[in-house]
C-alpha cells in the first residue's frame, strides 16, 4: 500500500511540476518593450493602419519609427515619460529597438495586404489589441493571438476555405 | 486549369550543369562537403547523370538533367503516412517540410530516386548564410526535400498577374533552372494550354519522358537529341558535291 | 547579321516589359528581420534591389542582374539584355554568391611579418600600404631602377589593366607582363599571320553546318561559353531542316565531344598534321572553294615574288607531303576517316574549323593553328553567315597619352625582363612563363620588385616551382589578390582587390557575331570588408607618387577615369543606348548594365584582310617580314641569316615551308621509354583559376562525366590501366621529369591508350578552406617549355609515367 | 517415466519468481549495460542527425528497417504458433504456449521501435496519428502492430491469469509481488463459471489473432511492395514475409526453449519431443520458405526486367552474393539435414538449426531491403551501404533488449502454463478412466490368445 501511495506521489508531483513549467514558459512572459506603448491611449484617436502603415502595402505591418510619432507628439499632447523617451529617439535619430511580438514561423508566407485588402479587420487575428495598455499575456513571440501550430493553421485554413481562398500547402508554406 | 510541366531538349543541352548550381542558390541548398558527397548525401533538386555506354574509341556519353518529375501520379505521394507531399490542383507535387516526419518512404518509393534527405542540418559558413533566398525555407535536418519547380516563382507571378488582373503568361514563370540554361534548353510552362512552348514541344515527336512504362505520368518531358545524317548513299554524296558551287553562289 | 540584330532587339524590348512587371510583386513577399522595424519599410523600394553588374569569373564577361535584399546579394541571374549571353549564366556565373561570400576571403590590407610563406601578417590601413609601396618605388626609381620593377596581370580587368599600364608606363618600367600569352599566343598570332587580325576572332557558327572542332573545348572553357552553348542549340535546333554536323578531334572524350557528334581521338599535338591531311583530300578532289581561293588568299599556287624567285605554294607543299595514309600513323587517324572528314567538312558549308587547347596549347601550336585556320580559308568562310567575322570594340574615348619624364623614358627603353620581343622571343608580347630563368639569371637585370594583380603563377604556371625559387629573389612582392593563393602567401604585402560584384569596371566581352559590347561592372552591394578595387588604389597610388605620375591619372578617382571612357561611347550616339545628354545615358547605362552596337556590315566585294597582301595569306609574308625585322634589328641579315635564325627558333622547316602551314613535332620533355604515356591537362566548366577554386558548389560538381567531385582524378583508358595493374578509384602518382603528384585513378573510356587526362583547378597549397590541400595540380608535371617563335607552353604534351602509389 | 509429485514440480517452475540466482543478475547486468549502450547510441544519433548513420542516398533504409522487419517476423513466434496449435487443439503445445506467447509480446515491444530510430524526425511521431493518411502503407503497418501488439497482450494475459492466481497464493501478502499478483490475478479463484468463461475468451481470441498475425506481416510486406521497386513489387510478397516469419518465429521459439529448458530447469516440461514436433514444423517452413525464394527469384529472372535483374545479379554474384548464399545455406541446406534426419533432429541439432535460421532470416531481411536501393534505375552511382556503430550498437541493443525483457519476464511470471499442463492432466486423466470404465469389446488378439489357451 505504501508503494501505491509513493507510486501515485510521484506521477502527482510530477504533473505538478510539469504543469507549472508549462505555464510559466518564457513565452508568456511581458515583453520589456523600449518604449511602454500604451495602444489603449492610441487606438481611439488613431487608426490602427496609422501608425502600421505596411498592412495596407506590403507584407509587413511594420512599427512606426519615431518620426511618426513625432507627428503628433512634435506637440505637447502628453506628458508621459514614455512620451519624452520617443523624442529623445527622434532627436538622436535613433532607430526605436521595437521587440518584435508577432513573428511567424520561418517557413510560413504571409502578406497583410491581400487579408487587409479583403476587408479582414485586425481583430481577427490580433486580437482585442487596441484596448490594452501593455500587451502581455497570450501574445506570443511566435504566432498569432497566442496560437501556434496547428491551432494556427486551423484558424487560417477554416477562414480561406469559408471565403473560398486557396487552401493548397504551397499557397502558405515556403 | 494550369498543370505545370517542363521540357528539356536534350539536344540543346550543353552539360554545363548551370541549372545544377541554379537551383541550389536560388532553393537554399545547402553543399554537402567532401566526405559528404562521397557518401551520396549531397543534395541536387536538379542534377546532370551522365549516362555511358560503349568502349574506346567508340564510347558516347549522354547527358542528362534531372529534376523531380512531378508526376501525374506520383508514387511518392501514394505512401506517405503524414501528408507531408502531396500533389497540388496545378500538378506540382508539393513538400511540406514542417510536416514531414522523415521516414523516407517517398524516397525509396521515387522510382527516379529524386528525393532528397537531410542526413544532418545544412552547413554554411556565416558568411554564406546571408546569401540565402529569404523566399525559400532552409530546411532543417530530418526531413526530406526536392525540386520543386520553383514554386515561389510561380507564386511571384501568380502575385503579379493578379495585380495587373490578368492571366500568367506563356514563358512568365521560369524556373531558376530553366531561367539560367545558357543552351536555351530548358522550358518550363503550362501543359495544359494547347498553345503554350512546353505543351507544343511535349507533343513533338521527339518528346518522351522517363520510365513512361511505370504510369507515373511525369511532366518533364525530355526532348531526344537528333542525329546528323551519318548514312549518306553515295549517289547522294555526288548529288551534293554537284549542288555545292550553287549553294556557295546562294550563300 | 540584320536579322540577328532584329532579334536581339525584340528580346531586348520584351526583356524590359518583364523586369518592370519582376519588380512589383516582391512588395508582398520576404519577409522583415526585426532588426530593420523600420518605418515604412518596403522590400520594394527598400529591400529588394534588381542591381545590373558583369561577370567576372572568366573571359566571356557575361552580363548579370544581382537580386539584392537587405544589402545582400540572394541570387545571380544573366542579363537578358545582353546580346552575348541573353540572360543566362554558366554555373560559375550561378555560384558567384559563394565567391562573394567566401568565408576565407581576404579582409584587409596586411604584411607580412615573420618570413615569406610563413602565415604570419599584421593588418595594416590602406593609407599606410599605400604610403609604403609609394615610397618604395618612388626610392627604386630615384635610384634608377624603375625598369626592374615588374607588374604581372592575370585575366582580372582589361580596363584596370589600362590603368596599371599607364601607371608602368610612367613610372618608367616596360616590364607589363601579362600572362594571356601561356596558352593563347599561338591563336592570336596565328590570326595575325594568316589573317592580318591580332587578336581572337568570332565564329558565327549559329549558322554553321558543320565544325571542326580541333581540341575546342567549346562547351566548356573556350572563348564565350554560355554564348557557344546557346549556338550549339542554334546548330541543333535553330533552323528547320538543317542539323549542323558537329566534330570533335581531341585526345579526350570532353564534354564538349559528348555534344559533338563525332569524336576522333588523336595523339597530342599532332592537330596540324590532320588539318593538312584534310586540305589535301579537299585540295586533291577540288572541293575547295575555288572563287574564294582565287580572289582572296595569297600562297594557294606556286608563285614568283617580285624579284623573280620561285615560292612554293600552300597547294603543292600539301599534295606533296600530307596524302591521308602519310599522317595516319602520326595522328592515329584512319586514312579513311581523313577523308570523310574532309568531303563532309568540304561539302556542308557554312563550315568552320576552331581550334582551342587541343590544337594550340603546344609548342607547334603556331603551325597547328595556321594549318586549321587554312581549312577556313579553303571553304572560303570569311565575313560571310556561319563564318569567321572580326569582334569590334566599343567606341571609347582614348585618353591621353601619359605624361613621361626622362626616367620614365629611360626606363621604358630598356629590355623587358622576359624577353618578350626580343631576338628570342620574336613574335611574343608577353611570355610571363620566361620570368623565372630571367630572375634566376638575373638577366637582362634584377627585378627590385614584382606586382601581381590576378595572376597566381605559383598554381598556374608550367613547373609552377621554378616561379616560387625566382620569387624569393625579389625584395618587394605585392599581391592584389582578393584570395589568399600561393603567390599572395610568399608576398610582403597584401593589398585585397574587391570582388566582382563589388566594383566598378568596363568590360568588352566578345560575341559571335561581332558586336560591339560594353558591359558596365558596378558594385551591386558595399564592400563586404576593408578591400578597395585596384583600379582606385592605382589612382590613388599615382597621385600619392606624384610628379609626372601623378600627372598622368588627371582623374580624381578611378571612377572618372572609367566615365570619361565610357563618355565616348555616348558621344558616339549609336547602339543601344543614345540619349541626349551624359546624365540620361549614364543612369541607363547603370540601369541596364550593358550597351552594344551591332558589327559594320560586311565590306562589298567580299572580306578584306589586313595583310601584307590584303588577302588571307597561306605564305605568310608577316611572319618572313617580322623575322627579317629582327634580324635586321640585332644587325644581322640575308637569307642564310634566317636559316640559322629559323633554326635557332627551333623551327625545323627551312625555307618557304616555315612560312608555310605544316606539321612540326611540338617540344617533348622525357623519353619516351621511361615516360610512355602523354599527359593531357584539360579545365572543365566548373573551374576557373584560383578565384573559383574555393567554391564548394562548384567542388560538388566537378567532372560531371565522370561524376568525380571534390577531388582531382586521372583518366587512364581501362586497357592502360589494366597494363599498369591499376584500378579505378586508386590513388596513383603520376610522375613526369619536373615533378610528381597522387591522384585517383579513374578508369574512362574515353582516355586514349597512350594518353592520360588531369583535370585543372586542384592542388591548391594555400588558399580557402575547402581549396587548401585538395587534390593534385598538373602544373607541378609540366617543365616549363615553350615555342620561341610566340611563346606558347605546351599544356598537352608531357611526357609522364603511372604506378600505383 | 518417472513423474515428480505435484507439489515438486510446481516449485520448479515458481522457484524462479521467488529466488533470483547470480546468473540472473549477470545477465541483466550484461544486457541491461547493451541497452544503455545502445540508449546512448540513439541519443548520439538525435543529436547528429541521421547523418550519424551509413544511410545515404540512394540506400535511404538500412538495418533499422532490416531489424524492423525481422524482430516482427520473429513475434509470429508465438502467438500465430500457440493460437493454431490451440484451434488445432494440439494437446503437446501445453507446456510452450506461455514462452511462445511471450516472445510475440516482447518482438513486438522491440521491433516497431525501429521505425523510431528510423524516423528523421522522431518529435513528430504524432503527425502520424494526427494526420494519418490511410492510403498509405505505413498508417497500416502502425494499425496492424497496434491491434497485433494489443491482441497479443490480451492472449499472453488470458490464460496467465490462473498462473498469477496461484503465484499469488504463493507469494507472501505484503510482498510488492503479492500486490501485483492481486492486481494482475483479477480476482481468479478458479470457479466453474471463471474458468468457462476464461475458456471462452481464449478460444476467441485464438480464433482472432491469426488473421490479425497473418495480417500483420502481409502489411510490413506490402511496405515494400506497394512501391514500384525492382523486387520488391511482387504479388507473393506477403505470404513471402508470412512463412517467414512463422519461420524465424518457430527458430526463435525453440532457441527460447532450450535457453529456459536449461537455465531453469525446465527439462520435465518442455520434452524432447516438443522440440521434435516443433522441429519438424521448422522443416516445413524451411522447405515453405524454400519454395517462396525459389519463386520469387524464379520470376524475377524469367521476367527478365534489366531493373529487376539489375538487383537480382546483385545479389546472385555481385556484392550481395556472399550473404545472398550465406541465407541459403544457413537457412535452408543445413537446417533441412538437420531436421530431416531424426537421428539429427535432437534438441542440439534443433537449436543449431534455429540459430542459423534466424541469422539466415536476419540476412533475408537485409537482403530484401538493402539491394534494391542500391540499384536506382537512374544512372546514379551505384549505392554502397555500410551500418556505422551506432546503427550496430543498436541492432545489438534490441537483441539485448528482447532477452532482457524476457528474463524479467521469467522472474515475475511461470513461464510454462502450470493449469493448462494440469487441466490437460486431468483431461488426459478422465479420459483415461472414462477409457477404462467402458465395457471394452474383445480384441482380435484376446480372442486368438483365449482360443489357443483354451
Not at chain 3, 528581420?33 to 566571356?60: I, N
Not at chain 4, 531436421?339 to 534466424?358: D, E, F, Q, W, Y
Request: aromatic share 10%; proline share 6%.
Amino acid at each position: 500500500m505504501k508503494e501505491t501511495l509513493v507510486f501515485m506521489g510521484g506521477v502527482v508531483v510530477l504533473l505538478a511540476g510539469g504543469g507549472l513549467v508549462l505555464t510559466t514558459s518564457p513565452w508568456q512572459a511581458q515583453v520589456e518593450q523600449p518604449i511602454a506603448f500604451n495602444h489603449a491611449k492610441h487606438s481611439p484617436i488613431l487608426a490602427c493602419t496609422s501608425c502600421h502603415s505596411g498592412v495596407e502595402v506590403g507584407v509587413a505591418a511594420t512599427i512606426p519609427q519615431a518620426d511618426k510619432c513625432m507627428v503628433c507628439h512634435q506637440a505637447p499632447v502628453s506628458s508621459s515619460p514614455e512620451a519624452a523617451k520617443v523624442k529623445v529617439f527622434a532627436e538622436q535619430g535613433r532607430q526605436i529597438p521595437w521587440v518584435r511580438l508577432f513573428d511567424l514561423r520561418d517557413d510560413l508566407i504571409f502578406a497583410h495586404k491581400p487579408h487587409i485588402q479583403k476587408g479582414l479587420a485586425c481583430q481577427t487575428c490580433h486580437g482585442d489589441i487596441g484596448s490594452m495598455a501593455r500587451i502581455t499575456q497570450g501574445f506570443g513571440t511566435e504566432g498569432v493571438n497566442g496560437l501556434r501550430g496547428r491551432e494556427l493553421m486551423a484558424r487560417c485554413f477554416s477562414c480561406h476555405q469559408a471565403r473560398g481562398v486557396s487552401t493548397d500547402c504551397v499557397t502558405c508554406h515556403k | 486549369m494550369t498543370r505545370w510541366g517542363m521540357v528539356i531538349d536534350l539536344d540543346k543541352c550543353a552539360a554545363c550543369q548551370a541549372c545544377v548550381v541554379a537551383c541550389r542558390a536560388e532553393n537554399n541548398v545547402a553543399f554537402a562537403g567532401e566526405e559528404e558527397a562521397a557518401k551520396g548525401r549531397a543534395i541536387f533538386w536538379m542534377q546532370l547523370l551522365p549516362v555511358a555506354e560503349g568502349e574506346y574509341p567508340r564510347m558516347k556519353i549522354s547527358f542528362i538533367p534531372v529534376p523531380c518529375m512531378h508526376c501525374d501520379n506520383p508514387p511518392c505521394v501514394k505512401v506517405c503516412p503524414v501528408n507531408a507531399t502531396y500533389k497540388n490542383e496545378e500538378g506540382l507535387v508539393g513538400q511540406i517540410y514542417t510536416r514531414c516526419i522523415g521516414c523516407r518512404l517517398c524516397t525509396v518509393a521515387c522510382p527516379y530516386t529524386v528525393r532528397f534527405f537531410n542526413w544532418y542540418d545544412p552547413q554554411w559558413p556565416t558568411e554564406m548564410a546571408s546569401s540565402l533566398n529569404p523566399e525559400v525555407y532552409v530546411r532543417p535536418r530530418g526531413i526530406v526535400e526536392k525540386c520543386s519547380f520553383c514554386v515561389q516563382r510561380i507564386r511571384r507571378a501568380k502575385e503579379t498577374a493578379k495585380a495587373e488582373g490578368r492571366e500568367i503568361r506563356d514563358g512568365e514563370v521560369q524556373t531558376a533552372c530553366a531561367q539560367t540554361c545558357p543552351g536555351h534548353a530548358i522550358y518550363f510552362g503550362d501543359l495544359d494550354d494547347p498553345n503554350s512552348t512546353v505543351s507544343r514541344l511535349a507533343h513533338s515527336g521527339r518528346a518522351f519522358r522517363l520510365m513512361e512504362d511505370l504510369g507515373t505520368e511525369p511532366k518533364v518531358y525530355y526532348l531526344a537529341s537528333g542525329e546528323w545524317d551519318v548514312f549518306k548513299h553515295p549517289d547522294e554524296e555526288a548529288i551534293s558535291r554537284r549542288r555545292l558551287s550553287e549553294r556557295r553562289k546562294q550563300l | 547579321m540584320r536579322v540577328s540584330r532584329r532579334r536581339f532587339l525584340g528580346l531586348a524590348g520584351a526583356a524590359a516589359g518583364a523586369a518592370v512587371g519582376a519588380t512589383f510583386p516582391q512588395a508582398l513577399l520576404g519577409d522583415m528581420p526585426p532588426a530593420q522595424a523600420a518605418e515604412e519599410f518596403l522590400p520594394l523600394v527598400k529591400g529588394e534591389r534588381q542591381v545590373s553588374s558583369t561577370c567576372a569569373l572568366c573571359d566571356a564577361r557575361c552580363s548579370i542582374v544581382a537580386r539584392v535584399v537587405d544589402g545582400r546579394v540572394v541570387k545571380l541571374e544573366g542579363n537578358i539584355l545582353a546580346p552575348h549571353n541573353l540572360g543566362r549564366l554558366c554555373p560559375k556565373g550561378q555560384a558567384g554568391l559563394q565567391v562573394l561570400y567566401d568565408p576565407d576571403r581576404l579582409r584587409w590590407p596586411m604584411r607580412r611579418v615573420g618570413p615569406r610563406g610563413s602565415g604570419k601578417w599584421e593588418r595594416v590601413s590602406w593609407p599606410q600600404a599605400l604610403t609604403q609601396v609609394s615610397e618604395q618605388l618612388g626610392e627604386l626609381r630615384a635610384r634608377g631602377l624603375a625598369h626592374t620593377v615588374v607588374f604581372q596581370v592575370g585575366n582580372g580587368s582589361h580596363f584596370v589593366e589600362g590603368l596599371i599600364g599607364r601607371f608602368m608606363t610612367a613610372y618608367g618600367s616596360p616590364n607589363l607582363v601579362h600572362q594571356h600569352h601561356l596558352g593563347a599566343a599561338a591563336t592570336t598570332l596565328a590570326n595575325y599571320f594568316s589573317q592580318g587580325v591580332r587578336d581572337f576572332v568570332s565564329y558565327d557558327l549559329a549558322h554553321d553546318n558543320y565544325v571542326l572542332s580541333f581540341g575546342a573545348s567549346f562547351m566548356e572553357a573556350w572563348r564565350h561559353t554560355v554564348e557557344t552553348q546557346r549556338l550549339l542549340g542554334e546548330m541543333r535546333r535553330g533552323r528547320p531542316g538543317l542539323r549542323a554536323k558537329i566534330v570533335q578531334i581531341d585526345p579526350r572524350y570532353s564534354v564538349s565531344a559528348s555534344k559533338a557528334d563525332e569524336w576522333i581521338p588523336i595523339h597530342p599535338g599532332s592537330d596540324g598534321a590532320l588539318a593538312l591531311a584534310l586540305a589535301h583530300v579537299i585540295i586533291a578532289e577540288e572541293l575547295y572553294d575555288q572563287d574564294f581561293v582565287r580572289a582572296h588568299t595569297f600562297g594557294f599556287e606556286d608563285w614568283r615574288d617580285k624579284g623573280g624567285l620561285a615560292h612554293l605554294g600552300f597547294k603543292t607543299l600539301v599534295l606533296r607531303d600530307y596524302a591521308p595514309a602519310r599522317v595516319e600513323r602520326l595522328t592515329g587517324i584512319p586514312a579513311a576517316t581523313i577523308t570523310k572528314l574532309a568531303r563532309e567538312f568540304a561539302t556542308n558549308p557554312p563550315a568552320v574549323a576552331i581550334s582551342g587547347r587541343g590544337g594550340e596549347s603546344q609548342t607547334n601550336g603556331l603551325y597547328n593553328r595556321l594549318a586549321i585556320h587554312c581549312l577556313n580559308a579553303l571553304v572560303g568562310s570569311f565575313d560571310q553567315p556561319g563564318g569567321i567575322l572580326t569582334e569590334s570594340m566599343p567606341p571609347f574615348t582614348p585618353w591621353q597619352p601619359p605624361v613621361l619624364d626622362a626616367t620614365a623614358r629611360a626606363g621604358g627603353e630598356q629590355p623587358r625582363l622576359d624577353g618578350a620581343g626580343s631576338l628570342q622571343l620574336p613574335f611574343a608580347t608577353d611570355t610571363s612563363q620566361a620570368l623565372p630563368e630571367a630572375i634566376l639569371r638575373g638577366e637582362p637585370y634584377s627585378p627590385q620588385a614584382m606586382f601581381f594583380y590576378y595572376s597566381n603563377p605559383l598554381f598556374s604556371r608550367p613547373q609552377a616551382q621554378l616561379h616560387r625559387e625566382a620569387l624569393e629573389k625579389i625584395p618587394l612582392t605585392v599581391s592584389f589578390s582578393p584570395f589568399m593563393d600561393e603567390t599572395t602567401a610568399q608576398s610582403d604585402l597584401v593589398l585585397p582587390d574587391a570582388l566582382y560584384l563589388e566594383r566598378w569596371d568596363v568590360e568588352t566581352p566578345p560575341c559571335s557575331d561581332g558586336c560591339a559590347i560594353l558591359g558596365l561592372r558596378q558594385p551591386v552591394v558595399a564592400p563586404l570588408y576593408d578591400v578597395a578595387s585596384t583600379g582606385e588604389v592605382m589612382v590613388r597610388l599615382a597621385h600619392e607618387m606624384g610628379g609626372t605620375i601623378g600627372e598622368s591619372f588627371p582623374w580624381g578617382s578611378y571612377l572618372e577615369a572609367l566615365q570619361e571612357s565610357c563618355a565616348g561611347v555616348f558621344l558616339a550616339k549609336r547602339g543601344t543606348l543614345q540619349f541626349p545628354t551624359w546624365e540620361e545615358f549614364w543612369r541607363e547605362l547603370k540601369a541596364q548594365g550593358i550597351w552594344w552596337d551591332a558589327p559594320p556590315l560586311p565590306p562589298a566585294g567580299g572580306p578584306k584582310f589586313a595583310t601584307p597582301s590584303g588577302k588571307f595569306e597561306f605564305y605568310s609574308q608577316a611572319l618572313e617580314m617580322g623575322l627579317r625585322e629582327a634580324l635586321a634589328r640585332s644587325g644581322a641579315a640575308g637569307s642564310q641569316g634566317v636559316e640559322r635564325y629559323l633554326e635557332s627558333l627551333g623551327v625545323q622547316a627551312r625555307g618557304d615551308e616555315a612560312f608555310l602551314p605544316h606539321y612540326e613535332p611540338g617540344l617533348r620533355a622525357g623519353e619516351e621509354r621511361e615516360y610512355p604515356l602523354t599527359l593531357v591537362t584539360f579545365k572543365t566548366m566548373t573551374g576557373s583559376g584560383s578565384r573559383m577554386a574555393n567554391v564548394p558548389f562548384m567542388l560538388e560538381i566537378y567532372g560531371p562525366h565522370v561524376r568525380k567531385k571534390w577531388q582531382s582524378w586521372v583518366e587512364i583508358n581501362p586497357e592502360t590501366a589494366r597494363r599498369l595493374g591499376v584500378r579505378d578509384g586508386e590513388q596513383v602518382w603520376v610522375e613526369s621529369l619536373v615533378g610528381r603528384i597522387k591522384a585517383v585513378a579513374k578508369l574512362y573510356e574515353g582516355a586514349m591508350p597512350e594518353v592520360v587526362n588531369m583535370p585543372y583547378g586542384f592542388g591548391h597549397r594555400e588558399g580557402g578552406r575547402w581549396s587548401r590541400g585538395r587534390g593534385a595540380n598538373p602544373n607541378e608535371l609540366l617543365p616549363n617549355i615553350y615555342s620561341p617563335l610566340g611563346g606558347n607552353s605546351s599544356w598537352s604534351g608531357t611526357r609522364v609515367k603511372v604506378y600505383r602509389a | 517415466m518417472r513423474r515428480l509429485p505435484q507439489e515438486e514440480a510446481d516449485s520448479v517452475l515458481f522457484r524462479p519468481l521467488m529466488r533470483s540466482s547470480w546468473r540472473f543478475y549477470v545477465a541483466v547486468l550484461i544486457l541491461g549495460s547493451m541497452v544503455a549502450w545502445a540508449g546512448f547510441a540513439w541519443l548520439y544519433q538525435l543529436t547528429q542527425g541521421l547523418g550519424a548513420t551509413g544511410l545515404n542516398r540512394p540506400v535511404y533504409w538500412g538495418i533499422y528497417i532490416t531489424n524492423f522487419i525481422f524482430f516482427i517476423g520473429i513475434s509470429h513466434a508465438g502467438t500465430l504458433i500457440s493460437a493454431i496449435l490451440r484451434v488445432a487443439h494440439a494437446g503437446w503445445r501445453r507446456p510452450i504456449t506461455r514462452s511462445a506467447e511471450a516472445i510475440t509480446v516482447f518482438a513486438l515491444m522491440v521491433g516497431p521501435i525501429n521505425i523510431i530510430f528510423d524516423l528523421g524526425r522522431p518529435d513528430r511521431l504524432l503527425n502520424v496519428f494526427i494526420f494519418g493518411r490511410y492510403q498509405s502503407p505505413l498508417l497500416w503497418d502502425v494499425l496492424a502492430i497496434t491491434t497485433y501488439f494489443t491482441g497479443s497482450i490480451l492472449y499472453l494475459y488470458l490464460p496467465l491469469i490462473p498462473d498469477i492466481a496461484m503465484a499469488r497464493d504463493r507469494v507472501r501478502p505484503g510482498h510488492w509481488k503479492h500486490l501485483l499478483f492481486t492486481l494482475l490475478a483479477l480476482g481468479w479463484r478458479g470457479t466453474e463459471l471463471q474458468k468457462k468463461r476464461l475458456h471462452r475468451a481464449i478460444g476467441i481470441m485464438s480464433v482472432i489473432i491469426i488473421p490479425i498475425a497473418v495480417s500483420v506481416h502481409t502489411v510490413v510486406s506490402w511496405v515494400l511492395a506497394m512501391t514500384v521497386q525492382p523486387m520488391w513489387h511482387s504479388a507473393i510478397f506477403g505470404p513471402y514475409f508470412v512463412v517467414g516469419a512463422i519461420f524465424s518465429g518457430i527458430a526463435t521459439l525453440l532457441i527460447a526453449m532450450a535457453v529456459l529448458r536449461k537455465m531453469l530447469h525446465l527439462e520435465d516440461y518442455l520434452k524432447p519431443d516438443h522440440f521434435n514436433k516443433l522441429g519438424l514444423l521448422l522443416l516445413v517452413m524451411t522447405l515453405l520458405w524454400l519454395y517462396f525464394t525459389f519463386s520469387e527469384y524464379l520470376t524475377t529472372f524469367y521476367g527478365n526486367a534489366p531493373d529487376e535483374l539489375s538487383v537480382f545479379y546483385s545479389k546472385w554474384h555481385g556484392e550481395f552474393a556472399w550473404l545472398f548464399w550465406t541465407m541459403v545455406v544457413v537457412t535452408f541446406i543445413i537446417p533441412f539435414f538437420i531436421l530431416a534426419i531424426p537421428r539429427t533432429r535432437t534438441i542440439t541439432g534443433v537449436v543449431i538449426a534455429s540459430i542459423l535460421i534466424n541469422i539466415g532470416m536476419w540476412i533475408e531481411r537485409y537482403t530484401i531491403v538493402v539491394p534494391t536501393l542500391t540499384r536506382p534505375r537512374l544512372p546514379y552511382d551505384i549505392g554502397v551501404y555500410l551500418p556505422t556503430w551506432v546503427e550496430l550498437s543498436i541492432t545489438l541493443g534490441e537483441f539485448a533488449g528482447l532477452a532482457l525483457l524476457y528474463v524479467l519476464f521469467t522472474r515475475l511470471f511461470p513461464i510454462v502454463s502450470l493449469w493448462e499442463i494440469k487441466e490437460g492432466e486431468e483431461e488426459e486423466r478422465e479420459k483415461a478412466q472414462r477409457v477404462l470404465a467402458e465395457p471394452k469389446p474383445e480384441g482380435k488378439l484376446a480372442a486368438l490368445r483365449r482360443i489357443v489357451s483354451g
